[in-house]
């Protein structure tokens, strides 16, 4: 017996919030049924093109009583309370990275969340890229032996607005976030962090006292070894790389092509088109498979949406990556 589609309320209506609502829309699963916005122009932008009544409230959204989930595409400081207006409405929640910018606003939240029952996810989007899934799965398998090194390299096309960076909480709880989850992904519990950071290019990053570039370092308690490489700059385009090394063999994803051709000649040979630039396009398939996943949360089915101990910890290990760059030494989790 078909269901019915899952009402969906979305809160925020930016690049993200956008890439979601398109989401919803093409999931014949899900209904876009409101969008909030305090930029009404923005909710109502939104709502033309997917459907949805419009208000400049999240707070008349979630008490609409017309919805079964809410999707928050909000900044975050407004996660924490968007998260627990949700769960004290019942009301199972998705929501974008981070949590908070704070841990202890996180942590006053957490028993609410966990005494609840009320399904809160978190955007952890990258779990659910179809070549990052497929090669979790085949370590998960054993086809390369224990897991001893991750590397993780993400560079983006161009670093963000320089007033972005002073409200982003730097590049660790920004960017290096979503690669601390993958790697909680790949070798599970973390216990230390080594992070070094610089300022090559970005004026932006300068002015608000952010890193441009960064290594991180984690060891696992499994003994496994994860690099993380990032940039804010990427001149050949979005670069998104992953290799697992293990005692009997290796896997990796390379970049996404903006197209199959290459061009040989005298000078060169296979040249190829830069990889593609904007994020949305590399995990268009990501945000698509995340939502489905969430749906099976929202209606009770086993689901693997990472969930509100998922974003603290990731939280926690961009905390400890901010502290060990910044002063010079490798920290551990418990700390």
């Known amino acids: 017996m078909a269901q019915n589609p899952v009402r969906f309320g979305l809160i925020g ?32 932008a939104v709502a033309a093109r997917f459907g949805g009544t419009v208000t400049d409230s999240p707070g008349e959204l979630i008490e609409s009583g017309q919805l079964d989930a809410v999707l928050v595409a909000s900044p975050t400081p407004t996660h924490v309370d968007l998260i627990e207006a949700c769960v004290d409405a019942g009301l199972p929640v998705l929501c974008e990275k981070p949590i908070d910018l704070d841990i202890k606003r996180v942590d006053a939240l957490r028993p609410k969340v ?3 029952g009320v399904p ?7 779990r659910f890229d179809p070549s990052f899934a ?32 002073g409200v982003s909480g730097g590049i660790f709880r920004d960017m290096t976030i ?12 973390i216990v230390e962090v080594s992070a070094t950071g610089a300022q090559l290019f970005d004026p932006g990053a ?35 790389r992953l290799e697992a090394f293990g005692a009997l063999g290796m896997l990796q994803v390379g970049n996404l092509h903006s197209n199959l051709v290459s061009f040989s000649s005298a000078p060169s040979v296979e040249a190829k ?6 994020f949305i396009e590399r995990y268009a398939q ?11 949360l929202v209606r009770g089915a086993a689901s693997s949406s990472p969930g509100f101990e998922d974003g603290r910890t990731a939280l926690m290990i961009a905390n400890a990556a901010q502290r060990s760059a910044e002063e010079g030494v490798a920290v551990r989790i418990s700390e």
């Open 13 to 44: 209506t930016g690049r993200i919030g956008q890439v979601h609502a398109a989401s919803i829309a093409a999931n014949p699963q899900a209904e876009l049924a409101w969008v909030a916005d305090p930029f009404i122009d923005g909710a109502t």
């Open 114 to 116: 966990a005494m609840s």
């Open 120 to 126: 809160v996810a978190l955007g952890f989007n990258q």
């Open 134 to 165: 497929r090669v979790h799965a085949r370590v998960q398998a054993g086809e390369i032996g224990e897991l001893e090194q991750l590397t993780i390299i993400s560079r983006d096309p161009g670093p963000p607005p320089a007033n972005y960076i």
């Open 178 to 189: 979503h690669d601390f989850d993958m790697a909680r992904f790949f070798v599970g519990d």
């Open 206 to 240: 300068r002015e608000h006292g952010d890193f441009d570039t960064a290594v991180v370092t984690l060891r696992a308690a499994s003994g496994a070894v994860v690099t993380i490489v990032n940039s804010r700059r990427s001149p050949f385009g979005y670069d998104q």
């Open 273 to 278: 088109e830069p990889y593609v630039e904007p």
């Open 286 to 296: 990501a945000y698509a498979l995340e939502l489905a996943e969430f749906i099976k």
